[in-house]
């Protein structure tokens, strides 16, 4: 019993340390996983890309000012439930993305937004939305 406690432990602290890892390696840009609002970077932010989805619209939004990216989402009916928006960003095979699940009822022209990734000159950024689980529907890429 000892002996498969300690293995499941070494599993988990192994699963979490690649975990980490990865993440720590794409996510050293400057405004990584902060608030667009509080940190000033709305001020200088525009929409490259948008689209029409479920209930609403997703807009890939993107602040000149501090080169940083993230998703916003609003509702356009009453009541938006159970969708998930998420921004990433991506350079030679490294990804570093946060998200947002509202499985609450957001009211209409409410807008929830996610926190920023970088996005210096060579990367990219997309911004993602799904309802109730279905497919990905995501914009294009800036």
């Known amino acids: 019993m000892k002996?498969?406690?300690?293995?499941?432990?070494?599993?988990?602290?192994?699963?979490?340390?690649?975990?980490?890892s990865t993440s720590a390696l794409a996510a050293n840009l400057p405004y990584d996983g902060s608030d667009p609002n509080s940190t000033g970077?709305?001020?200088?932010?525009?929409?490259?890309?948008?689209?029409?989805?479920?209930?609403?619209?997703l807009e890939l939004r993107f602040?000149?000012?501090?080169?940083?990216a993230w998703a916003?989402?609003?509702c356009l009916v009453g009541g938006c439930t159970n969708y998930n928006i998420f921004v990433q960003r991506q350079q030679d095979g490294k990804a570093y993305s946060n998200g947002v699940s509202?499985?609450?009822?957001?009211?209409?022209?409410?807008?929830l937004y996610t926190?920023?990734?970088?996005?210096?000159?060579?990367?990219?950024?997309?911004?993602?939305y799904n309802h109730n689980g279905g497919a990905w529907q995501c914009t294009g890429a800036y």
């Open 72 to 74: 916003r989402f609003t």
């Open 115 to 128: 926190l920023q990734v970088g996005d210096p000159g060579g990367w990219s950024a997309i911004a993602c």
């Open 41 to 57: 970077c709305s001020g200088s932010a525009w929409t490259p890309f948008f689209i029409n989805v479920a209930d609403g619209t």
């Open 63 to 68: 602040s000149n000012g501090c080169s940083t």
């Open 3 to 20: 002996v498969r406690r300690l293995l499941v432990t070494m599993g988990l602290a192994l699963a979490l340390a690649v975990g980490l």
């Open 102 to 111: 509202w499985p609450s009822s957001t009211p209409r022209n409410a807008i």
